[in-house]
Structure formats: C-alpha cells, structure tokens
C-alpha cells in the first residue's frame, strides 16, 4: 500500500515532479522549490542517519525545468548510477537517485500522481541487458539474498521494483542496502567482483597498482570495468574533480541499440575516461597494446627537438623500411607536440625555428587529480602504429616532453610526480647532451658549436642515478637489482663529436624489412667504449638500471646551431632551418620496438 505525503494526489495535466522512496514505500510530490533532502529537522525529505549530510541535496525548479545538486563537499549522491555535482532532470524520464541508504526514483512528467500509484516498493525485478530477461516478482525481503545466490552476486544485472519502466538500479549499488547488506554504496566506480567476496572476503578497491591497464596519463592501473563514460548533454557540464569546465564523468549503467553508453539525459557517450585521474583516453585504447617510451634528460639537454624531429622522421621511416603506418591516436591532445614539430620544419629563420624550453607548469602539462591530489601532469603524445592486413600487429605507443627539472633530485613527490611515467615505461630513452660534460668539451675545444660558449653545470650522472632510484623506489626493487626495461641511451649532437668515434662512419642498421641487430650492437660497443674513456659514470649508472641498454649516437638538427638577436637585440642560439638534416634519429625508437613488439619491427640477425 502506497502512503503519499506532500501535496495530495489528485488528476491533472501539469508536469509535476514526483519522488518515491522505494524501500520506504513514500511518495511525494515537489509542490515548491527548493526541496531540500538531508537529515536535518527541517528537510522536506529527511534522512535521519550518519553519512547524509543535513543539507545533503536540493531540488530547485528554474526556467521551467527541475535540477537537482549536490551540497557543497558532498560526494556520496548516485544520480541513474553516477556520482554527480548536478544535474538537469530530464522531463518524461524515470531517474534513480540514491541518499545514504535510501533508493528514490524521479520523474516529471503530467498526470504524475497515477505514476506514484502505480509504484510498489514490495516487489521487485531483475532485467539482464545483455538477454533483456525479466527475473521476479521477489518481495523486498528475498531480492538480497537471491542475489546473493547468483555468481558474482548479480553483479551487471539491473534491479527495479513494480512500477518502473525505463530505469532501475545496479545491482552494485543497491545490494548493500538490501536486507543482510554491508551499508551505503560509495559514489564511484561499481565493485567488482573477485573470488575473495564469494567466501565472504571484502570487494577489492580501486587503488590504481592493479588492472589490465595502465592510464597514460596518470599511470595508474585498472581493469576495463572501471572505465567511465564522458557525459555529452550541454546540462551535465561541471564535473565534482576537473571542475566546473569538464564535462560529468559517470559509469554507465544505460546503453543504446548499439552497445553505446547513455548519459543521465539520455544522449550516447563513446568517450571514455581514466577513472582515476578522470582524463579521456584516447579512441580505441581499450582495443590496442599501449607502450608507454619515457624521455629523460637535464633541463635544457634537446628533448623537445629530439621529439618533434622524431615524429617527424619516424612516419617515414616506419613506413618505407617496416610497412607500419605512424598516425595521431588523438590529434587534439598531440596538437602541442605537432605545432612544435610544424614551427621547426616550416621556419625560416633561427628566431622562428627555435622552441620555447618545456616549463614545469607550461602548457605541456594539466592539472588533474591523482591519489588525492591535484598535481601537474605532462600531457601525453599518443600514436597508432599499425600494417595493411595484419591487424593483431597493432599497437600504440606514448611519448612524453617532460621539463629536465622533473628528473633532477628532490623534485620527486606526491604532489609533483611528473616523471614517474618511467616505472610504467615499457622503454626508457636516456638523452646525453655531450656538450653539457667538461671532458666532453676539452676535447671538442676550438669546435664551431657555439654551445660550447656555454657555462652549464653537468649533473647527468646525478639525473641517471636519481632516475635509478626513483624506478626501484616506485618498483619495490632492491639497489642491487637490475629491470629488464630496455635502456636507450642516446648521445645527442653526433655532428659535433662524431669525429671523436674515428674515421669510419657507423653502420648502417636498416634492411629491407628488418633492422640489422649485429650492427645496432656493433655501432653500441663502439659509442659505449667512447664514452668508458670520457664519462664512465654514465655508463656505471645507465648498465646499473637495466639489464638490457643499448648506446646510439643521434642528431636531432644534423648540424650545429647558430647565434642570432631576437627582436630586442638579445644574442640567441637556435637551429638554422636551412641546414636541419637529421641523423640516426628514429633508430633508438626502431631498436625499442624491436624489442617491446617485435611482430612490428622484425630483426635480422647474422648466421
């Protein structure tokens, strides 16, 4: 029997907006706004109990449509399955909104009274999406522990009592409330199950160390089922973590004909999100073996030319030597790193071929949250790699142009952790700046580079080092042990030191189809046995990270820079365009994928 407080029920045309209360059978009808549902006496709903906020959400009518929002620092609110900041009600449709441990469902619509008679709380329904098959009646009392009953309790099924047409709730959510449950569900993710909770273990957490899947934005893990949706309808801007700008993240519990998740109003939303740091992820993510190659160096040591040269040459050459084709896997997000490479390739001059140095907090970082915390982040530079024909080749590959100060000690933490994409790295690139290390320069004394010009304090050694320590700190490695990431350590600026290596030139690695492995370690031991003679410590510090390191010598530029005055009459020094011709750029990247996705990148080995 349904008991109806509020304004009392009678006929009429008039959308209204009607809320039921489906374990306490309670209907009631919004007559003036706002209405205010908390614990507090004076709510128009209350919910005596811990863990609802005495203002805990309010319903306010404006411009003719109703919108419901969550309090200041409230968190714990579900609207149709998703955590909310706030949100339109959409007219004519059933929503499901969740209060501490009160089940309410919403609609406005006219002639709202017959709807609320028609609701009952006592019996209800389970509806498989994947079957579209209708389980029940069950009365309130046995839904949980038939649920329970089921494997993996039910887990993907929708719950909905008599009455609802369109809308009922996840299983994940309601079943703690249910008789013989655990309490209020979180607002956040639905648990999954493991085979811990069958023996009455407790639902394992989201805490990013675990998952098939690695965000290549904030390098927490999780599994596909913590995936969120990016919502699309204009009124669920505002999000409660990125803020009022970003659009609603949310699980999705409704789909479309096509297996597309439904927003709170109804529209299909594809995009998918990081549930941790809650950035998108780039299309098809889920579909594609992602390799996370981190960049490392000292602060102004080249990698923003190094990597905007890269891109550049490796679409070439990926495809010419290897048949794979190297394309954006989200263009937006690498417009950044593709304006760098487009000013260096169509300039002019030296003023407007020189790139501005990645700051700390520039615009190759955003501000997203991570464990808690709002920390910068460096934007990731995502490309697909695939070949005509042999699709269970393809693969994706993630690039990063990190400020040299992230690497340097003590600028490693919780609230800055902008390098730690290297304990994630499927392969690490190390860039040695020569012109940055004292014996380097007694030996290229009297060289035209006019970097050589330059009073710079050499730290590589401490930069490698603290690398080493922040990967079997962050690894749980002891000092003594060694990853099996590959290493590329790379000595930038081969046209100003290549005469040090002697008067033969290196080998040449690439073959039709493969890369030559005997000469990519022929040309290593050679630049390896250069460097033992000059900067051992590199070498001591690079082959105590990795098992497997491999030395190349590259030119981003093909030839040394030159000095001009900027607008002001400031000397400068930048890369003269007319003279850029890069040299054994993209074979550290070709030797990496060898090694990470050899079904890529084949390998000729000598007999």
Known sequence: MVSVQGESLFMTNIAKLGVYDCFEGRAVV?????????????CDLRIPEDGVARQHCVIQQRNGSYFLTSAPGVVEVLLDGMAFAGGEISPNEEHTLIVGSRCMVLRWAPQIEQWLQRMDGSQWFTYQKATQAVTGPFALGEVGDHLRSLPGQGVGLILACQGLTSMGFYVEHILPLLPGGRGRP?????????????????????????????????????????????????????????????????????????????????????????PHCRRRLPQGFLDLPNFIFSIVGAPSSGKS????????????????????????????ANALLNAMKNQLFSAATPAEAMLAKTELEGGMYEVLPRLGRKVALPRPFIFNLSVAGRPQSDSAIVFYDNAGEHFEPNSNSADSPGAQHIAAASGIFFLFDPLYNIEFRRRLAGGEDPQLGLNRTDQQDVILAETEVRIKNILGLRARDRIRTPLAMMVGKLDAWGHLLGSEPLEPVLRTGALDAGAVRRNSARIRTLLMGIVPAIVANAEAISEDVCYFAISPLGSAPVQFAD?????????????????YVDVPTLWMLSRVTPGLVGTHHPS
């Open 567 to 583: 607008a002001r009459g400031n000397r400068m020094i930048g890369p003269d365009p007319a003279r850029v011709a890069p040299k």
């Open 305 to 332: 030319y190094y990597l905007s040269v890269l891109v550049k040459v490796l679409q070439n050459s990926l495809f010419e030597h290897f048949g794979v084709i190297f394309r954006d896997a989200d263009p937006s």
């Open 30 to 42: 919004v007559s003036k706004t706002p209405f205010v549902i908390g614990s507090a006496a004076g």
């Open 186 to 274: 979180a607002a956040g993710p639905p648990p999954v199950p493991v085979e811990a909770e069958a023996a009455g273990g407790a639902l394992e957490a989201l805490t990013g160390e675990h998952g098939e899947f690695t965000c290549p934005v904030c390098w927490l893990r999780f599994d596909r089922g913590d995936v969120m949706n990016v919502a699309v309808h204009a009124s669920l801007r505002g999000d409660p973590l990125l803020g009022t700008s970003e659009m609603q993240r949310f699980y999705a519990t409704r789909f479309n004909d096509r297996g597309q998740a439904l927003d709170a109003m109804g529209i299909s939303a594809p995009d998918l999100a990081c």
